[in-house]
């Protein structure tokens, strides 16, 4: 008789395995030597160990169901339990109960991740339903409002599914929100002729106010008020196409004519007033080249004074040259100006004491770090010495820049 530890051939050639239930018989070998019978059915439970681990390793290494996992087991538990092998069986077994613990887990995991997704699926739900709601309670906008409301139903269609009830109730309160936008677009539109037949009416009575101001030469008025029928005719709404195209040629027609009146006269009234352009002209540049080198701020504020004088003088301006003269010389106020202020916080002693404050801080700090340094270095610290090394840097940095300062006010 020939044996291993998990069983044995006889001298008949019958083949036995051992388990923890005894001896049972697996096969007859009568083909060759008994340690060829052994190596033939230990071959075989080699074969049933790859199946045990590969279903452990899919199991912790993929997604597998705990289902198909729980199928997977009871096949090879049977397998291993009717085996014709010869191995540690029992092995096999506890292995294989072990893997029922575990894919008992992965049921438990899966049923508490499908609770999960079908939670989010709602709230991804109730959202896509509660934008619905107001997008058919709301808006007004009806091209832009009905792609939205379309493109909610693709959301919808797209998001993964809730439980059964959850699903029948938000999809009622989907289907409510897009008929009840249907009904207002379908409303506000068959009230829409109605509207643009009262624009109508009113763009007909601004029309015929601005052609009785068509020939008005009262400039200044006139031009007010063809804007504010122009404001009018912008707020009253939209009349149908054909109407709104036939009104606006006579609105446009009766504001051309007076405008090009006006813009003549004027035209030949800013002619002569090429004079004045001239003058100020000449007195811009005076201005520009003295006022500069005035160092006294009080002595330029009165010589501006007197170019301020000058240039009133000289009377109004054309309107192409206006805005470039008019501000060109207030940027000569504004330089006079700003040398004005920085002269009095020249001279502000209040200012001055501020300065002479901060640089007496500063100096301050740079002596307490002095002492910083000096015991880091006698300790030998060189991170104490590089951090005082370096705040010491900076404050030189700012205490150069606050002597500046005070330095100016003085």
């Not at 239930?21 to 049933?48: C, H, I, M, N, T």
């Not at 439980?163 to 409303?187: P, V």
């Not at 007195?283 to 009133?312: H, M, V």
């Amino acid at each position: 008789m020939t044996t291993d530890p998990w069983g044995r051939v006889d001298d008949d050639g019958t083949v036995y395995v051992r388990t923890s239930e005894g001896e049972r018989v697996v096969g007859s070998w009568q083909a060759g030597a008994p340690e060829e019978a052994l190596a033939f059915f230990r071959r075989k439970y080699d074969a049933l160990v790859t199946e045990v681990e590969l279903l452990e390793k899919r199991l912790s290494t993929t997604d597998l169901s705990a289902g198909q996992a729980m199928s997977s087991i009871d096949k090879l538990r049977t397998a291993v339990r009717d085996a014709a092998a010869v191995g540690d069986l029992d092995a096999l077994m506890r292995r294989l109960d072990a893997l029922t613990e575990r894919a008992e887990q992965r049921k438990v995991e899966q049923k508490q991740a499908q609770e999960q997704a079908r939670s989010e699926a709602r709230d991804v739900k109730e959202r896509i339903v509660a934008e619905a709601e107001r997008v058919a309670e709301e808006t007004t906008h009806w091209k832009s409002g009905g792609e939205r409301m379309r493109q909610l139903i693709d959301e919808w269609k797209a998001a993964p599914r809730a439980d059964r009830g959850t699903e029948q109730a938000l999809w009622k309160r989907m289907s409510a929100a897009r008929n009840a936008f249907s009904k207002r677009r379908k409303a506000y539109f068959a009230g829409l002729d109605q509207q643009r037949e009262q624009v109508r009416e009113v763009k007909e009575e601004i029309v015929a106010e601005a052609e009785a101001l068509a020939d008005s030469t009262e400039w200044g008025p006139t031009s007010g008020r063809y804007r504010e029928l122009m404001q009018r005719w912008k707020a009253s709404g939209r009349a149908d196409r054909a109407s709104e195209d036939r009104l606006w040629a006579r609105f446009k027609a009766a504001q051309d004519t007076f405008f090009q009146a006006r813009n003549a006269v004027f035209a030949e009234r800013d002619a002569e007033l090429r004079v004045n352009a001239e003058a100020k002209e000449k007195i811009l540049e005076e201005a520009k080249s003295e006022l500069p080198g005035i160092a006294d701020p009080r002595e330029a504020r009165a010589r501006l004074r007197e170019y301020q004088e000058a240039w009133e003088e000289a009377g109004p301006l054309p309107r192409d040259s206006r805005d470039r003269l008019e501000g060109a010389f207030r940027k000569i106020e504004e330089e006079v100006r700003r040398a004005e202020d920085k002269e009095w916080r020249r001279t502000n002693p209040e200012a001055r004491a501020r300065a002479q404050a901060t640089v007496d801080q500063l100096r301050g700090s740079l002596e307490e770090l002095q002492g910083r340094l000096d015991k880091a270095r006698a300790a030998g610290d060189d991170r104490r010495v590089r951090e005082a090394e370096e705040a010491m840097e900076a404050r030189r940095s700012w205490l150069e820049e606050a002597e500046k300062a005070l330095n100016e006010m003085s």
